[in-house]
């Protein structure tokens, strides 16, 4: 079920990931949204391969909403978050951050994210953690 309020964003986010439902999952995203997979790379179109890294993990996802903010068609989202699970290397992992994601309504009236950066404002000095996906820019 695709969320109807962007404050049903995060609660429905939380159990499609952790009932590892990929279709589900990209019921959350645009086409084209823009998806920061790890500290400096931004992928387009590529949301897939992304949620697959993250859902790869084999960990149990936990978030905390902290902001939800809509002005007309257009929302900001902010969370805690983090999953404990196990590394491409298959020792124990533990990662985990606050968000800054940007949500549209769109014509059906579901809520999608068209930016989902799970680093938030912290991008650029959280550590970079090998999820064992390199993904490629999208073609011009």
């Given amino acids: 079920m695709p969320a109807r309020t962007p404050d049903q964003i995060h609660p429905l986010f939380l159990e499609a990931f952790n009932a590892r439902n990929m279709d589900r999952l990209m019921e959350f995203f645009t086409d084209d949204a823009a998806v920061v997979v790890q500290p400096g790379q931004v992928t387009r179109g590529q949301v897939r391969a992304a949620t697959e890294a993250f859902l790869g993990l084999n960990g149990r996802l936990t978030m905390d909403s902290r902001v939800v903010v809509a002005v007309g068609d257009v929302a900001y989202l902010s ?7 196990t590394g ?52 011009s």
């Fill in 88 to 139: 491409p290397d298959g020792q124990p992992l533990e990662v985990g951050g606050t968000s800054a994601e940007v949500a549209q309504r769109q014509s059906d009236g579901s809520w999608r994210y068209v930016v989902d950066n799970p680093w938030g404002e912290a991008a650029g000095a959280v550590p970079t953690i090998d999820l064992g996906v390199s993904l490629a820019a999208p073609a």
């Fill in 79 to 85: 969370c805690t978050w983090s999953i404990a699970g």
